[in-house]
């Protein structure tokens, strides 16, 4: 462990320096992100404190709806960190400038498996396990545990990382052997075919369908077999929600087997891990120094396909756009991010397809609006989502060249809204796709299309304006691999910002699209006092967009100058 801990303590002494060093501008971002996540962490945290407090009020039944929604968090969480440790994994293991010094060394490579491996689950996984902790303390107190609760949580937690962990590096070497990880276009196509089909799987193992179909089963006792049976007895995720079931809820009887399942297995992967890394990572490494040619944007069709549509803007918008999609085609680690966000849209939409909506006991045609409500905030966050992947990067990923943009006679202010439309073209056609194909799908009326469409679009202009207005105040140009920008403490703020946003516009438009809806369903005309409400949350929710477009690319553009100047 001695070399382990060698290889570990310059991260360490990192963010020693780093937190040592702050001054009192950054102690004032500390504070600002503690409170926004705070406040964050609150809003999770009544959601689901809300829902479980009703599910108890169900004799009988409540503990298994919550045993379920419990099975559905790990389960996220279970594909969440697999393809995030997949990703880390990569770099961290191949792309890291440190490893041509420690492949030199007489280091053992046991060593540097133990190293590298805590160091991609930490990367990986600090994240998601940030944001499960208000979900986790939500079934503490509305089960009223106490402390030895947060003791089996955190040691379930450990082993259940750890897997993931595990799996995701081991697919990561395995596609690197198999393709250089320099080549990644070729290793993220297969990671592609592995991310539809493992998405695909997961989302069909839960079948959320049928907890709003109790028909499709002959009896009232097939309804409460299949909900109390485990939806993948083999997966990790199952285990870990066996193991917290079991010790909340009266008359579990399998924590023991499972904890120890978990443990077991945890131990036993990174053991059998250790021994095939040492015989197969040379040559895996030496794989991945390879590297390959641009053909798509050698491409004739391709060139004249970016000079017809850029050939009508100014000369230097037209070359810092053609520089940046040229640069997005060449480096595989970014396009390639564009079959997982493929995966997440086929879900997304899936999902809405196999809803039992005539089987309920509301009338369809309300509930189909309700739904699509709704699927603002969904469709939102997922734009939220994207952007951290693509926008907020639009800055730093200049690197170290940005000194050539300012030493340029492009204007830095023009530099940064010639990002701003580029992405949020990208974003508009995503988030209008992602509604009117919704919507479709659902089949709402023209009402509800119209208000969703144009409030998606106003949503795009405060999220691409928060992702580059964020990503402009807290740059990082240094980055060893594109893929850490979002993970800092700018990606941090602007999710939970986003977030935020997101939730305000929906919850002030949730009082009059349900007026208005009431009132169709019912034949009734609006009052004066509907209308009243009606625009002034309108007026709300533009005054609030039009800030939140504004306010983060002024900002952006001040302190990106300032940098400028520095």
């Known amino acids: 462990m001695y070399h382990v801990l060698c290889l570990v303590y310059p991260k360490i002494a990192g963010l020693r320096n780093r937190v040592r060093l702050r001054n009192r501008s950054a102690l004032t971002k500390l504070a600002i992100a503690v409170v926004l996540g705070l406040l964050f962490w609150s809003g999770i945290f009544a959601v689901f404190y809300r829902v479980l407090v009703y599910l108890k009020g169900i004799e009988g039944f409540g503990d298994i709806l919550a045993a379920k929604l419990l099975s559905m968090v790990f389960l996220t969480f279970f594909s969440i960190l697999?393809?995030?440790?997949?990703?880390?994994?990569?770099?961290?293991?191949?792309?890291?400038?440190?490893?041509?010094?420690?492949?030199?060394?007489?280091?053992?490579?046991?060593?540097?498996?133990?190293?590298?491996?805590?160091?991609?689950?930490?990367n990986s996984s600090w994240m998601v396990v940030l944001f499960s902790l208000p979900v986790f303390l939500s079934y503490g107190i509305a089960y009223k545990q106490a402390l030895p609760y947060y003791g089996v949580l955190i040691?379930?937690?450990?082993?259940?990382?750890?897997?993931?962990?595990?799996?995701?590096?081991?697919?990561?070497?395995?596609?690197?052997?198999?393709?250089?990880?320099?080549?990644?276009r070729d290793v993220m196509v297969l990671l592609f075919l592995f991310v539809g089909i493992g998405l695909y799987c997961l989302f069909r193992f839960l079948q959320p369908e049928k907890l709003v179909d109790p028909e499709s089963f002959r009896t009232v006792i097939?309804?409460?077999?299949?909900?109390?049976?485990?939806?993948?007895?083999?997966?990790?995720?199952?285990?870990?929600?066996?193991?917290?079931?079991?010790?909340?809820?009266?008359?579990?009887?399998?924590?023991?087997?499972?904890?120890?399942?978990?443990?077991?297995?945890a131990l036993a992967v990174m053991i059998i891990e250790t021994a095939v890394f040492k015989k197969i990572y040379f040559a895996a490494w030496s794989k991945s120094q390879e590297s390959t040619s641009a053909r798509?944007?050698?491409?004739?069709?391709?060139?004249?396909?970016?000079?017809?549509?850029?050939?009508?803007?100014?000369?230097?918008?037209?070359?810092?756009?053609?520089?940046?999609i040229y640069c997005f085609f060449r480096d595989s680690g970014q396009w390639s991010q564009l079959f997982i966000l493929s995966a997440i849209i086929v879900i997304y939409l899936y999902n809405f397809s196999v809803l039992p909506m005539e089987k309920s006991?509301?009338?369809?045609?309300?509930?189909?609006?309700i739904i699509a409500f709704l699927n603002l905030g969904l469709a939102g966050f997922t734009l939220a989502a994207v952007a951290v992947r693509f926008a907020f990067p639009a800055i730093s990923i200049e690197g170290e060249s940005f000194w050539i943009i300012k030493s340029s006679p492009m204007q830095l202010r023009s530099f940064i809204w010639c990002k701003?439309?580029?992405?949020?073209?990208?974003?508009?056609?995503?988030?209008?796709?992602?509604?009117?194909?919704?919507?479709?799908?659902?089949?709402?009326?023209?009402?509800?299309?119209?208000?969703?469409?144009?409030?998606?679009?106003?949503?795009?202009?405060?999220?691409?304006?928060?992702?580059?207005?964020?990503?402009?105040?807290?740059?990082?140009?240094?980055?060893?691999?594109k893929a850490q920008i979002p993970t800092g403490f700018g990606g941090l703020m602007y999710m939970i910002l986003a977030v935020l946003f997101i939730g305000?516009?929906?919850?002030?438009?949730a009082g009059p699209v349900y007026t208005v809806l009431m009132s169709?369903?019912?034949?009734?005309?609006?009052?004066?006092?509907?209308?009243?409400?009606?625009?002034a949350s309108g007026a709300a929710v533009v005054v609030i967009n039009a800030l939140v477009f504004y306010l983060p690319m002024r900002t952006g553009i001040r302190r990106l100058s300032a940098f400028e100047n520095f």
């Open 82 to 122: 697999i393809f995030s440790n997949i990703i880390t994994a990569l770099s961290s293991f191949f792309m890291s400038e440190e490893l041509q010094l420690i492949i030199s060394s007489p280091l053992q490579l046991q060593d540097l498996y133990l190293a590298k491996f805590f160091e991609t689950i930490i």
């Open 155 to 184: 040691t379930t937690m450990v082993p259940f990382i750890i897997i993931c962990g595990a799996i995701g590096i081991c697919i990561a070497i395995g596609l690197t052997l198999a393709f250089p990880a320099r080549r990644v």
């Open 222 to 265: 097939d309804y409460f077999s299949a909900l109390q049976a485990p939806t993948s007895p083999f997966l990790p995720s199952q285990w870990a929600t066996d193991t917290i079931a079991s010790f909340l809820m009266p008359g579990g009887n399998d924590f023991l087997f499972n904890f120890l399942l978990l443990w077991s297995t």
């Open 296 to 324: 798509l944007t050698k491409n004739r069709l391709f060139t004249f396909i970016v000079k017809r549509l850029l050939s009508r803007l100014a000369p230097a918008t037209r070359a810092l756009i053609t520089k940046d």
């Open 361 to 369: 006991p509301f009338p369809t045609i309300y509930l189909q609006n």
């Open 420 to 481: 701003f439309w580029m992405n949020f073209t990208f974003l508009l056609m995503l988030a209008e796709s992602l509604i009117l194909c919704s919507n479709y799908l659902l089949r709402v009326d023209g009402f509800m299309l119209i208000v969703s469409s144009i409030t998606i679009a106003l949503m795009t202009f405060g999220i691409t304006s928060l992702s580059i207005g964020c990503g402009a105040v807290y740059p990082r140009f240094d980055v060893e691999n």
């Open 504 to 509: 305000v516009i929906v919850v002030l438009e």
């Open 520 to 535: 169709r369903f019912r034949g009734a005309s609006l009052t004066a006092v509907q209308w009243i409400q009606i625009i």
